[in-house]
């Protein structure tokens, strides 16, 4: 009986140790949008190595992750939200590109994604923009852009700038009275 339970304590002891997921073991593939045990996002970095090529290394970055730990997100997320693995580092800029913010806040990631949620609900909020008053915009934006086709016999010309995906109000400061609230239903940021 006691080898049994010597044999479950370091078991258990030596489990735990090697369990650990850690940014720099992580293959270049499944780095992005992984998080390490110690809860840090783990993020693509380019060097140059010894033979002066550029190449690709995970690291740990200073970025923590709300209430995850040792996760890799799953390809289903990654093709549903839009986000590519092999992006380098971690950056707001792509919240400028509309079909990014489409695949972003639709039902299929915004509901089901919350790590890939919750990094850009952060970097939206660093830039000043509260992600769901800006999915709300993107979704009045489509539903505009539906209708101006609908009512119109033919689809002729482009359709105005004012109905692009980032409008006046989802650019509002963050200290806003509505960025205290949820949007439409939208799940809250973890």
């Known amino acids: ?50 033979e002066g090529m550029m190449k690709l290394k995970c690291e740990t970055s200073k970025v923590a992750a709300m209430n995850l730990h040792e996760y890799i997100e799953s390809d289903e997320c990654v093709s549903a939200c839009g986000v590519d693995r092999n992006s380098v580092g971690i950056s707001s800029d792509t919240l400028l590109e509309s079909q990014f913010t489409l695949k972003l806040c639709s039902p299929q990631c915004y509901q089901s994604c919350p790590n890939i949620v919750e990094l850009y609900y952060n970097l939206a909020l660093a830039e000043g923009v509260f992600l769901p008053e800006l999915c709300k915009d993107q979704r009045r934006s489509q539903r505009r852009s539906v209708i101006q086709l609908q009512s119109s016999s033919a689809a002729s010309g482009p359709i ?16 806003s009275s509505e960025s205290s609230f949820l949007v439409d239903g939208a799940p809250a940021p973890l």
Do not use: H
């Open 1 to 50: 009986m006691m080898k049994m339970v010597l044999f479950f304590t370091f078991f258990l002891f030596l489990g735990g140790s090697l369990g650990e997921l850690v940014c720099e073991e992580l293959p270049v593939g499944m780095c992005s949008f992984s998080i390490s045990s110690s809860g840090n996002r783990c993020l693509l970095e380019t060097y140059e190595s010894d």
């Open 160 to 175: 105005s700038a004012a109905s692009g995906p980032i409008a006046a109000s989802a650019l509002a400061p963050v200290g």
